[in-house]
């Protein structure tokens, strides 16, 4: 199209140049996320804007704050919606709890806890890295020999870590925390609404989220929770938190029953947020969890059906997302495209050490069913074909068997 | 609703505690934004959810820059939409162009003015402000006396302050700019769509808007852009850029030709901003502007017949948005409830020394109709009669001669 020159002043750009309107193909979201919507979220999306101050917004707040203390397992008053995606809930966690000069000590196993000690120090902090190694959880000990017996502000751990497959087991990480009197964070991305979420009974300070993932929601939020103790943290700060647009005292101002103008809020994605956490309620959360393990396992079934194996030891698996090795000779990103082209499914790749050499396969929230576990199968056998592999097994005939089993 | 104790592990609310879907009143959004919306705008927004990395998707992103640099008038390479709220867009310009211990000189003449101060200080620049009235424009002079010769690498200004309804005469301060030597930064967040914004016959070197105002697209993302010059001071900078979730030289990488993973983009806002950028060109640019100013000529002109007065004098006033003195004897929170239950009606109330005593109206975007402005007429009417008010004229009569003029 048309893009004006210095000295053209204002620019009409021909209709004729113009773009048409969208009509973006229907995918199946099987990667790690977005992920498949439920069409009342979308519809929700639609709904007619209110003004940010609207009395009948200020309502809809308050019930999805009450929904967000739901799923996240916690009464913790300072429990929101940020206005940006997961990555923005990871920023305004660190921006408001560190202080230039803080000691952060933070297990690094995959993309999102690197991307987490990345941004604490960009906050300020002297960061330590428990590095364990991508595609397992990290223990304890691995967290004391790191901490060696130093002073520590805060520890922060990610619970499913997206970009290799892991669940971290929480409690032995907090018990960490507390040995060492430091704030304890912790990365729900990829977990609030597919695995346990308790955020109270296992004593997390701070946790972000984000709405693409298990809550089967657009991209756009990050939901996120404070302690009391996180929340006096911020109260005691010596320095300004260094975003305005995060500032969670400012922020807290309208959350809060104060009401008081801070940013105009993506109102239309608050809908949307909405309506999956009152679908996901709805269901019950204890029923959502058994729905998440009961497909992955069936895929799993499956997969081995086709030569495929998970990367991740079971006890360390997610649910929500299933990380595959790429067998060898298997052109990763051939057979991606022939997935999203023959089938219109999307699954991911893999990202650092993994890029080239891994699959990422989401069975989340709304997109957790038998009917995308068999067509997953199904299209993955069907680009495993197209690379001439020739496959052991049946794996429908194999999720069959998991789902009476 | 339920919310859990400490000890109660996963909980499931019963499903009679839950919230009802929404459905959000139909407003007249008559305020500072958000504004009135088009039908497909919405619709777009409820379109299938695609991945961040479909190819689908990055033609979107692709559509998307070109549409932006249209209306911002210019050609620069790196314009995008932030993934946040207008107020996003502020901070990415900030934290990415200013160093600790830069000088910034920045007019505050409203709440936009008064908060880009702010920003740039959590930034690290030592700011010197230009103060000027509340209801003004600034002079080029102020700014020269502000600077008193001293040294600045960065001038900000506001093109059109929401709190106040001023439109800011741009040239002459981007001319002292140039006298300091500086990088000029645009605040367009009430303009882009609804005054002539040309960055690059200006030598505009960071701009950022909203969606929420003239573009007529729900709130959550911040068109911005940037000249080569910023691009290369962003090149040169010692310091890492303290936001990562911001950071300029990261997100190129996913909006450039890299396409690289950065974040997971607020995908279905991108659907509605790709409408309304449509929409915005199909119009054309100068037909849009020439409609927002007939507009707001009527509207100005009926609210004489109602005793009432903008606050800003003509040649500096926006079309967009009028801001209008409360008369004396008017309760200001009662008339905006009255409009808001009697006729679905929202105006915004006064920021700051402003609060309680300015009305602001706006017709933005597809807002800026002769239905809204004789609505909106007849709305303010109804309330001041709801209050006893006698009315010194006729309202629709005055817009309609204002029309026919």
Redesign the interface.
């Known amino acids: 199209?048309?893009?004006?020159?210095?000295?053209?002043?204002?620019?009409?750009?021909p209709?004729a140049a113009?773009?048409a309107?969208?009509?973006?193909?229907?995918?199946v979201?099987m990667?790690p996320?977005?992920s498949v919507?439920d069409p009342?979220v979308?519809?929700?999306?639609?709904?007619?804007?209110?003004?940010?101050l609207?009395?009948?917004?200020l309502r809809?707040m308050d019930?999805l704050r009450?929904?967000l203390?739901?799923v996240f397992?916690?009464?913790n008053h300072l429990t929101l919606a940020m206005?940006?995606?997961?990555?923005?809930g990871?920023?305004t966690c660190f921006?408001n709890l560190v202080e230039p000069g803080d000691r952060a000590l933070i297990g690094v196993n995959g993309v999102f806890g690197t991307?987490m000690a990345?941004?604490a120090r960009?906050?300020g902090a002297t960061v330590t890295e428990v590095k364990g190694e991508w595609g397992r959880a990290l223990t304890a000990d691995q967290f004391r020999a790191a901490a060696d017996g130093g002073r520590y502000d805060l520890v922060a751990v990610v619970h499913a870590e997206t970009s290799t497959g892991v669940l971290q087991d929480v409690p032995p990480i907090k018990a960490v925390a507390d040995e060492l009197g430091a704030l304890f964070l912790l990365d729900c991305v990829t977990s609030l609404g597919g695995h346990?979420?308790?955020l109270?009974?296992w004593g997390v300070d701070a946790a972000y989220s984000?709405t693409?993932k298990c809550l089967s929601c657009?991209?756009?939020l990050a939901p996120a929770s404070f302690s009391p103790r996180a929340v006096e943290r911020i109260q005691r700060r010596k320095t300004?938190?260094?975003?305005?647009?995060l500032d969670l005292s400012l922020i807290q101002g309208y959350w809060g029953e104060e009401r008081s103008?801070?940013?105009?809020?993506?109102?239309?994605?608050l809908?949307?947020l909405?309506?999956a956490l009152?679908l996901t309620?709805?269901e019950?959360?204890?029923?959502r969890?058994a729905r998440h393990a009961l497909h992955a396992r069936a895929f799993v079934t499956g997969l081995a059906a086709l030569g495929l194996a998970p990367r991740v030891p079971l006890a360390e698996r997610l649910n929500p997302l299933t990380s595959i090795a790429v067998p060898e000779g298997v052109d990763d990103a051939a057979a991606r495209r022939y997935l999203?082209e023959a089938y219109g499914v999307?699954i991911g790749g893999g990202?650092g050490p993994m890029k080239g050499n891994t699959w990422r396969v989401g069975l989340m929230g709304a997109g957790s069913t038998r009917r995308n576990v068999e067509l997953g199968l199904a299209a993955l056998a069907g680009a495993l074909r197209a690379q001439g592999r020739s496959l052991p097994g049946d794996p429908l005939a194999a999720a069959a068997a998991a789902y009476s089993a």
């Open positions: 199209m048309a893009t004006p020159t210095a000295t053209s002043g204002p620019v009409t750009s209709a113009l773009p309107a969208l009509e973006p193909p229907q995918r979201l990667g996320g977005p919507m009342a979308l519809a929700a999306l639609a709904k007619p804007t209110l003004g940010h609207d009395p009948a917004f809809i019930e009450a929904m203390r739901a397992g916690t009464t206005s940006g995606t997961g990555s923005a990871m920023e921006v991307r990345e941004v960009r906050c346990p979420v308790t109270d009974a984000g693409q657009p991209p756009g300004k938190v260094a975003s305005w647009y103008y801070h940013h105009t809020a993506p109102i239309n994605m809908y949307a909405h309506e009152r309620l709805q019950g959360l204890d029923k969890y999203l999307e990202l």
